[in-house]
Every structure is written in C-alpha cells, then in structure tokens.
C-alpha cells in the first residue's frame, strides 16, 4: 500500500506523535499556511484563527483537509466553508476515529478529481452539477450538463444528433427540448460569468466556445 502524505499545519508536536507511532505516512510541517503543497497530499490544520483561513481559502478549496478546533463554542461561532472532501473536529479527537476520517476524505477526494471537468477557464464538477470560473459557482440541471459534458468531447454536433442522444428523439420536429434547454443555459451562463459565446453554432454544428 502506498503511503499516505500528510501536511500537518500549525502542530509540530502532533507531527512528533505520528512519526513516532511509525504509521504508514509521509508527513511534513508548517507552522502557516504555505502556497506551495502538492494535491496528493491531505491537510491537516489546526486552526488558530478561522478568518485567515477563510481569507486564504483559495489554498486548500483543492486539497483534502481536517480542519481541528480547539472547542465547540469556537466553532458554532464560526463556520469554514467546506468542501465534500473537507471535515471540522473539535479537539480531542479519539485517534483511530481520526485515522478512519484520513481515508474517507481520500476516498471522496478521489472520487472528486474523476467527476471533475476542466475546459475553456471552465471547471465543472458532475458530482455536485456544478459550473464554475473565477471562485464564482452556478448549478447544472442534469440535461445541461450532460449537453455540456457531450459537445466538450466533440469537435461539433448537429442538433438531431444531440436530440437523440441526450433526449432520446428521433426527429428535428422534436427539437422544442433541445432548444429550450439550450436558450437557458447560455442565459444562465451569460449571467453568471458574462460569456454570451459559451455554446456557439456554426453550419449547424454546436460547439463550445474556445
């Protein structure tokens, strides 16, 4: 089994107590927040004080963590915004508990980075049916993003095609589905991230926009 690479933020004495139980992890310490850390690795980060997490949140949005507080009252007051990859303890944490969390999160981060979609400045995540560019976020119905996810692995695609293929018709006199789902989604689009070329077409074919 591989090990398993641990980034332990803000605890040098945690960071002693693991390498002496000789687990199977590569561990590294910070006292702060560092920029440069690999995505392979899964964050563990005591925190001090949640505003400079959330003022640096752009650090580790892509990085499994276990955010550990030190009381319940802190973080009612308080709250992360956390990803499905993501999880808040309060201190004391039972260890074996704690070691189970390590491989759940790495279970639902790797099944983050297959359901995730990067195209044109895009990121799409087919999991949560989410589209977003530039930290700003908007939902997907699931015919959107299936058309989306069928013209991106396209070099263009006539109407009928994508009739058949994402609404099951056979015909271009049932086209009202496509057209719709269509008119709405560069609406919606164009309103989130002001991109009225998102989906283009050209001698009939559709495509995304480059």
């Known amino acids: 089994m591989n090990k398993i690479n641990l980034h332990v933020i803000g605890s040098n004495s945690f960071v002693n107590f693991l390498s002496e139980l000789k687990l199977n992890y590569n561990i590294i310490f910070d006292s702060n ?3 440069n850390i690999k995505t392979d690795f ?31 009252d802190y973080f009612k007051k308080n709250q ?10 309060v201190l004391p944490i ?15 981060y790797n099944f983050f980075k297959k359901s995730k979609i990067v195209f044109n400045g895009y990121e799409i ?17 699931e015919k959107e993003l299936e058309l989306i996810l069928t013209l991106n692995n396209s070099n263009g695609l006539n109407k009928s095609f994508l009739l058949k293929k994402i609404w099951n018709r056979s015909s271009d006199l049932d086209s009202h589905a496509f057209e719709t789902h269509l008119h709405r989604l560069r609406k919606k689009i164009n309103k989130s991230f002001k991109d009225n070329k998102f989906i283009v077409e050209k001698n009939s074919q559709y495509y995304l926009s480059m």
Do not use: G, M
Not at 52 to 60: F, S
Not at 94 to 108: A, D, G, Q, R, V
Not at 128 to 135: A, L, V
């Open 33 to 35: 927040l560092a920029t």
């Open 42 to 72: 899964v964050r563990i980060v005591f925190v001090q004080d949640l505003k400079l997490i959330e003022r640096n949140k752009y650090l580790y949005e892509n990085i499994p963590t276990i955010f550990l507080l030190k009381d319940k």
């Open 125 to 141: 995540d087919s999991n949560q049916r989410i589209i977003i560019k530039n930290s700003v976020k908007t939902k997907l119905t």
């Open 80 to 89: 992360i915004s956390l990803l499905q990859f993501h999880v808040s303890l």
């Open 94 to 108: 039972e260890f074996l508990s704690f070691i189970e969390i390590i491989n759940i999160i790495i279970t639902k």
